[in-house]
T-cell receptor, first 113, second 115 residues
Framework: AQSVTQPDIHITVSEGASLELRCNYS??????LFWYVQSPGQGLQLLLK??????LVQGIKGFEAEFKRSQSSFNLRKPSVHWSDAAEYFC???????????FGAGTILRVKS | EPEVTQTPSHQVTQMGQEVILRCVPI?????FYWYRQILGQKVEFLVS????????KSEIFDDQFSVERPDGSNFTLKIRSTKLEDSAMYFC?????????????FGPGTRLTVL
């Protein structure tokens, strides 16, 4: 069965520091891969997605993610974190055929000044 | 920018009561979804809906649940007889052509509390 693992439940970084949020997936073939962000009281907003091609994907708000097939990973990165990035981040996968998203448990990002 | 809206933002109900959660998807979208997130747990897929019928559903989506598109704009999730374990945040989403590669746009959620 498909599964997504986000090993870090909470991460705290200082404003201006770099960030990497980890995501590993288990799936028979390379699925479609997504990162969503949820701010308090808001819905899930798509940051970026990977389907094929270049393994380094650029997203909104200065985020990027790198797909590594050998590690079944799709880690999210940002070179310099802003206080407004404090939120919960979800990695998700979708099969090549079908529509449902399978989510990881989420990582709560705290930014300290 | 068009967005998915959901009402109410918070619903409190007694166990055994029926609730209807409402969503207005983005207007030109063709696929509609419901997900839920029990506090402290993962966001879970419930059901997808296309062309006025369910296209996929999870094992969670049992006979207590139903979905409907009663008019050209609303998409509803009905829970016939709520249980305590139905307490969760329910998210509606929609996507354009409906392939897995297409972005699902999520609403802000309805927090359902069953007492």
């Amino acid at each position: 069965a498909q599964s997504v693992t986000q090993p870090d439940i909470h991460i705290t970084v200082s404003e201006g520091a770099s960030l990497e949020l980890r995501c590993n997936y288990s799936y028979g073939a390379t699925p479609y891969l997504f990162w969503y962000v949820q701010s308090p009281g808001q819905g899930l907003q798509l940051l970026l997605k990977y389907f094929s091609g270049d393994t380094l994907v650029q997203g909104i708000k200065g985020f990027e993610a790198e797909f590594k097939r050998s590690q079944s990973s799709f880690n999210l990165r940002k070179p310099s974190v802003h206080w407004s990035d404090a939120a919960e981040y979800f990695c998700a996968v979708a099969p090549l055929y079908g529509n449902k998203l399978v989510f990881g448990a989420g990582t709560i990002l705290r930014v300290k000044s | 920018e068009p967005e998915v809206t959901q009402t109410p933002s918070h619903q409190v109900t007694q166990m055994g009561q029926e609730v209807i959660l409402r969503c207005v998807p983005i207007s030109n979208h063709l696929y509609f979804y419901w997900y839920r997130q029990i506090l402290g747990q993962k966001v879970e897929f419930l059901v997808s809906f296309y062309n006025n019928e369910i296209s996929e559903k999870s094992e969670i989506f049992d006979d207590q649940f139903s979905v409907e598109r009663p008019d050209g704009s609303n998409f509803t999730l009905k829970i016939r007889s709520t249980k305590l374990e139905d307490s969760a945040m329910y998210f509606c989403a929609s996507s354009e052509p409906g392939q897995a590669s297409d972005t699902q746009y999520f609403g802000p959620g309805t927090r359902l509390t069953v007492l």
